[in-house]
């Protein structure tokens, strides 16, 4: 069993930044990959950002890509995502995810995931 706590989320004006962290716990022995996703109010599930156990891989949804950073310290079981220029759009719950495989970007590939932590921009 792997358990995350995700933590950072707020409220931030549009153009703001937040970082959100998320620590691992328990069977975390093995290389694995972590992703962050998120879920605004009535949308599904989107992925948003993964990254590879030596953060040399990282992979992001378009709608992010420029503005947000995932990296791992990996001596701490930890991920974060750097949020910058944030805009209304990205307001929802933003879960962190444990996968086998690394650099996923669906979610069916990952099997353990935290409880979230809300962000929301403000315009």
């Known amino acids: 069993q792997v358990q995350l706590a995700e933590s950072g989320g707020g409220l931030v004006q549009a153009g703001g930044s937040l970082r959100l962290s998320c620590a691992a716990s328990?069977?975390?022995?093995?290389?694995?990959?972590m992703g962050w996703f998120r879920q605004a109010p009535g949308l599904e599930r989107e992925f948003v950002a993964a990254?590879?156990?030596?953060?040399?891989?990282?992979y992001y949804a378009d709608s992010v890509k420029g503005r947000f950073t995932i990296s791992r310290d990996n001596a701490k079981n930890t991920v974060y995502l750097q949020m910058n220029s944030m805009k209304p759009e990205d307001t929802a719950v933003y879960y962190c995810?444990?996968?086998?495989?690394?650099?996923?970007?669906?979610?069916?590939?990952?099997?353990?995931w935290g409880r979230g932590t809300e962000v929301t921009v403000s315009s």
């Open positions: 995810a444990f996968s086998y495989v690394e650099g996923a970007t669906r979610s069916q590939a990952y099997s353990y």
């Open positions: 328990g069977r975390t022995f093995s290389r694995y990959g």
């Open positions: 990254i590879s156990w030596s953060g040399g891989g990282t």
